[in-house]
């Protein structure tokens, strides 16, 4: 049953965390309020567009761009060189990976191109239509180079090299585990079982494409750029570094976002022309990038090829894991293209006690879109590739694929524990939301009915992911909160996390009411602005709770303690006997002393009211750190249909039981799984990002690329339990992106199943109808 | 992407259509723009003039004539969905209009531009063609009207000439019974296959069928083979529906079916064989 939600006014103050109150941003954004970045508007503002490389691999020649600019409105028209002779060096902060090489990141190409897409011009016009009328008009003499668009044609002998220092087109290469244990463990084992698994492309695609616009008051040199965005203080620094101005000087504000997940944590060429164009022309600058524009030059997410063996006991315990991921960064590495794989190598035990591993990465680079984070980043391919192998396992060793899992979690008791590929988890109970998915979804009968189902020529298919992944910031990771309780009694907070669409007005108003004693009403979430929000670290890796809410928690303790030294004065008793309950201070056995919380903000703005030594003012920011990251977990079963002669796969069942620690608001909680769900199921089932021999995007529309619409998509029968995560001190686990995670392997290995009469025991995703058409029919597209 | 700058006329009448049609160099006419307005964004047409009919009232609405139903050109899908007769009298159109894009493509497109479009994935020509419909034409020379048989000939290319424009489609109400299927694009929403069915049914016999194909080849197309099948079987004829979807491909060579990057002609041959069968098998469902 979905969570019902409760309106702030039935909840009792003091109780609103860990209730579903709804949310407060859906009238906003429900009634056409919302104000995205292109709904804003400057006198005087002018227009960029940018011209996209055409080919995926090509020298660049001489770029003619006279015809543009004496097109009608056309104000300029900008090459690499026109950024250079500014002054600045014209590129994007390179990654720059150990054990490889870095390779410049150019705002505007410089001699070559590498994918479809990347900006080759840049025009600014009067008016839109202007601007892109105008990039018709550019000539680039391109000569064609040979392209690899795929990890085999990149890694293939004599290919094609796309950076001269990245020999063989290898970026870099790593490994995490210990290889020696993990060769003993494999020369010990009775079983071994290998699988190739690939991840594919997927192409992230928000409602809302990229967009900027950029102010520079050249009185105060002052740069003001609003954008869409999951990171405002990192758009800061980057807009600093790259255009050589002072970060003080800077501010980025965040309109509503459409939707982020991971695609808009960096600027991209866009982002930063836009500013770069606003101080060269001293007008205010837009760019709003089309669809197209995000289909070719935003980043692409997930594509990695992976080889996996586990090493078993006789009786189906694991006992090594080892494997070897190529990863595709595309054109160019991004700072996500080379830690996420790393990221993946390091998840690849899942939930399981594996006593020995060791995976090695090498990052790769080809003539496609950059590679970098999407809802999960690398989490989601790990579970991918660990899930696929956990019920290949099982089917190998006729053990219940249910069972196999069980019989290698991680025991309960166990935690906190480190991996032998390196990662804690903070705390778990996955026996318990394996159980509670195998009841709901009936798992007893399953098999009866599955095989009575054949019988009729039904293929019914189950399918497990028995998930863990790490998220929710880490002990490197700090996150800015601000408390302020105006001398009325409004609060306001604010964080530098980054609504994308998750309701943090909701969720950080429902902790910070709770920890004052106030109404839910009163307190007022701000986001998304550079000078009225302490420095933080945006949105990702579902840091938003844990660590944002984390720091609220903190200034508002914090400024409760401020509170308790006034009470103590206006109440003219010690501060050890004040307590503070429900907003309010009382003296310890003293029922009728008592003071709101309120009344001591605005004592605390009359400096005459305040006990000696104490500053005026009712205002505390917290920098959190975390002790450590947060391993959300959980069991997703499918159930799907497949029908043998048309390969068209329908979902009779879909169950999830997640844990994400202690839930502030189960009906966020369910939304964020229900959505990420949708997700993994779109990698799973529809989507896939590709290219032609010539490297030409052949996806490069909502019409050739399949996002998954509702009636895709099968209804969710979601339920939770909840371990506290000892981390941080609201207990919460990270949940943006744990049902991604999960969904995918869930229904891959219920594809696996449901075909298993026609010996089929493996399938790439997407599981397009062709794909399972010719599987039944024992052949590969 | 953004459309190149382009005139718009707004016509209040067939006959100021025609004339501007004929006055205008490089016009195009705009219906609901659901087709050309993407054609035009994606560059692949450049009108320097836009026509707009969609305002003509003449050419709009669904009527029940004496021998079955008009449908107006400039009629909405959203419209015709509202009318009884076009669901009682042309099932397997009606279904199809049904089955078009989602509710804002339904709000604006309108069948005479559909038909006019002619996309060989568009849900139309195979139920038209079942349908046994008839495409009228004005033109400078006045009125004609083409056989649905003859209408289609290529990937979006009609019998229209030159000059003309369609004002209505006429379809014989259907003695029987009648369904399309289709078999969605999951990312456009288009046809990969979709499969038209009329039976004339008499006493619980198949008198005759016309069944239509769309999404499976360039253009529309009949599927000759399952209806030369169907005429004479009893609707609860046992395997009917299966053996008549078995002969959807019987006389077609593979290089006749479409190939696109989500789907090979081999496989698009077997879709419209599973979903000739079901057009089939809901036909008869509804006979029954
Ligand atoms: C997102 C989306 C999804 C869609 N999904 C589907 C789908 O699932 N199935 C499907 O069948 N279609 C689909 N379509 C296409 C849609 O049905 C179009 O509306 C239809 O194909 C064209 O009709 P229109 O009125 O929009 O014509 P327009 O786009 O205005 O015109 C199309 C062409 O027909 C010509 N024309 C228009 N009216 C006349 C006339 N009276 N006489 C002569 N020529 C005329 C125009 O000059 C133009 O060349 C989809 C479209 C979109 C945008």
Redesign the interface.
């Known amino acids: 049953m979905p969570v019902e939600t409760v309106e702030a006014e039935d909840v009792r103050a003091g109780e609103f965390a860990g209730s579903a109150v709804k949310r407060r941003e859906d009238p906003h954004l429900l009634t056409g309020e919302a104000r995205y970045t292109d709904d804003v508007q400057y006198p005087r503002m002018a227009h960029l567009a940018l011209l996209g490389s055409q080919y995926g691999h090509a020298e660049i020649g001489a770029i003619d761009t006279s015809a543009a600019e004496e097109s009608e409105g056309v104000l300029a028209v900008y090459t690499h060189e026109d950024l250079t002779e500014s002054g600045i060096d014209g590129t994007m902060p390179a990654a720059d990976p150990e054990n490889g090489v870095a390779v410049e990141r150019p705002l505007l190409a410089r001699e070559r191109v590498r994918y479809q897409g990347q900006p080759v011009a840049a025009v600014v016009a009067e008016g839109r239509y202007d601007a892109f009328r105008a990039l018709d008009l550019i000539e680039v003499e391109y000569d064609r180079l040979e392209a690899a668009p795929e990890l085999e044609d990149a890694l293939a002998e004599g290919a094609p090299r796309l950076h001269d220092a990245a020999e063989g087109n290898v970026c870099f290469e790593s490994e995490t585990g210990d290889e020696e244990a993990t060769e003993e463990a494999f020369s010990d084992a009775d079983h071994t079982v290998a699988l190739t698994v690939a991840n594919n492309r997927v192409i992230p695609t928000a409602m809302e494409p990229r967009a900027a616009v950029a102010r520079y008051r050249k009185s105060e040199d002052a740069l003001i750029v609003e954008l869409s965005s999951q990171n405002p203080h990192s758009v800061q620094d980057r807009l600093s570094d790259v255009l050589d101005v002072p970060e003080h000087r800077v501010t980025v504000r965040v309109p509503d976002v459409g939707g982020g997940f991971g695609a808009k944590l960096q600027p991209y060429s866009g982002h930063l022309l836009s500013a770069w164009c606003a101080m060269a022309l001293e007008r205010p600058i837009k760019w709003q990038a089309r669809r197209t524009d995000d289909f070719q030059s935003m980043v692409h997410a997930r594509h990695q090829e992976t080889e996996i063996e586990a090493a078993l006991s006789a009786e189906g315990d694991l006992l090594g894991l080892r494997g070897h991921i190529d990863a595709d960064l595309g054109g160019y590495a991004t700072g996500g293209g080379v830690g996420i794989p790393q990221g993946t190598a390091a998840m690849l035990c899942g939930q399981y006690d594996v006593p020995a591993g060791h995976v090695s990465v090498r990052g790769v680079f080809t003539n496609t879109a950059p590679i970098s984070a999407y809802r999960g980043a690398g989490r989601p391919e790990a579970a991918y590739v660990i899930e696929r192998l956990g019920s290949a396992c099982a089917r190998e060793l006729e053990i219940d694929p249910a069972e196999f899992r069980r019989r290698n979690f991680i025991p309960s008791k166990e935690f906190p524990v480190e991996t032998a590929l390196g990662r804690s988890y903070d705390s778990g109970d996955y026996e318990k939301t394996l159980d509670r998915a195998l009841e709901i979804v009936g798992y007893d009968g399953f098999r009866q009915r599955q095989e009575a189902a054949r019988e009729e020529e039904k293929y019914l298919g189950i399918g497990f992911s028995s998930y863990v992944e790490v998220c929710g910031g880490s002990s490197g990771d700090m996150e800015g909160g601000l408390v302020r309780m105006n001398p009325e009694g409004g609060v306001v907070v604010g964080t530098g996390t980054q609504d994308t669409g998750q309701g943090h007005a909701t969720s950080f108003a429902q902790v910070v009411a709770d920890e004052l004693g106030v109404d839910y009403d009163a307190v007022e979430v701000i986001e998304g602005d550079t000078d009225r929000v302490p420095e933080g670290g945006g949105t990702a890796g579902s840091r938003s709770l844990p660590m944002g809410g984390g720091a609220l928690r903190e200034a508002a303790g914090r400024l409760v303690e401020k509170g308790r030294t006034i009470a103590a004065h206006q109440l003219e008793a010690s501060e050890a006997d004040i307590e503070f309950d429900d907003g309010e201070f009382r003296v310890r056995g003293v029922p009728d002393r008592t003071v709101t919380i309120e009344a001591v903000a605005e004592a605390a703005y009359s400096p005459g009211d305040l006990p000696e030594g104490v500053d005026a003012g009712m205002e505390e920011t917290a920098f959190f750190t975390p002790e450590g990251s947060t391993a959300p977990f959980g069991t997703h079963v499918a159930i799907v249909e497949v029908d043998p002669d048309t390969g068209e796969l329908g979902f009779e069942r879909y169950v999830a039981v997640d844990d994400v620690g202690t839930q502030i608001n189960p009906k966020l909680v369910e939304g964020q799984i229900k959505g990420g769900i949708a997700q993994g199921i779109g990698q799973a089932v529809y989507e896939e990002g590709r290219y032609d021999e010539n490297a030409n995007l052949a996806t490069g529309s909502l019409q050739d690329y399949a996002m998954p619409k509702s009636w895709q998509l099968p209804e969710v029968d979601w339920e939770s339990t909840e371990t506290p995560s000892p981390n941080n001190p609201l207990g919460a686990k990270g949940v943006g992106e744990a049902g991604t995670i999960a969904a995918m392997p869930a229904v891959v290995n219920a594809a696996i199943d449901a075909l298993s009469p026609f010996g089929v025991d493996d399938l790439d995703a997407p599981l397009s109808e062709e794909t399972l058409w010719r599987a039944a029919r024992g052949e590969t597209r | ?2 459309p ?2 382009f005139d718009y006329l707004r016509a209040e009448s067939v006959e100021e259509a025609l004339d501007l049609l004929s006055d205008t160099e490089d016009a195009e006419l705009l219906a609901g723009g659901h087709s050309l307005l993407p054609t035009i964004k ?1 560059g692949l047409a450049d009108p320097g003039t836009l026509i707009d009919v969609g305002g003509i009232d003449d050419l709009s609405g669904v009527e029940t004539t004496e021998e079955g139903v008009w449908i107006g050109a400039t009629t909405t899908y959203a419209d015709a969905l509202k009318s009884e007769t076009l669901a009682e009298r042309a099932p397997a159109v009606a279904d199809a209009i049904g089955e078009i894009g989602d509710v804002q493509v339904r709000n604006r497109g309108t069948v005479g531009g559909n038909v006019a479009h002619a996309d060989p994935a568009s849900d139309l020509p195979g139920p038209l063609l079942a349908a046994d419909a008839t495409v009228h034409v004005r033109g400078a020379d006045g009125e004609r009207s083409i056989p649905i048989d003859d209408y289609f000939l290529a990937m979006y290319a009609t019998a229209i000439e030159e000059g003309e424009i369609v004002t209505g489609i006429e379809i014989p109400a259907c003695e029987g019974s009648g369904a399309y299927v289709k ?1 969605t ?5 288009y046809a990969v296959v979709g499969v038209g069915v009329r039976l004339a049914v008499s006493g619980g016999e198949i008198e005759s069928a016309r069944v239509g194909a769309n999404g499976a080849f360039g253009y529309g197309r009949r599927l000759g083979p399952v209806e030369e099948f169907l005429a004479g079987e009893t609707i609860d004829g046992g395997d009917v529906a299966a053996e008549a979807g078995e002969r959807a491909t019987a006389d077609v060579e593979e290089w006749e079916l479409i190939e696109d ?4 002609s081999e ?1 698009r041959g ?2 419209l064989e ?1 979903y000739a069968e079901r057009a089939v098998d809901r036909a008869l469902d509804r006979a029954g």
């Open positions: 992407m953004y190149p700058a994606s078999k694009s999951p990312s456009s929403g990057i989500d789907t090979s496989f077997r879709l599973a």
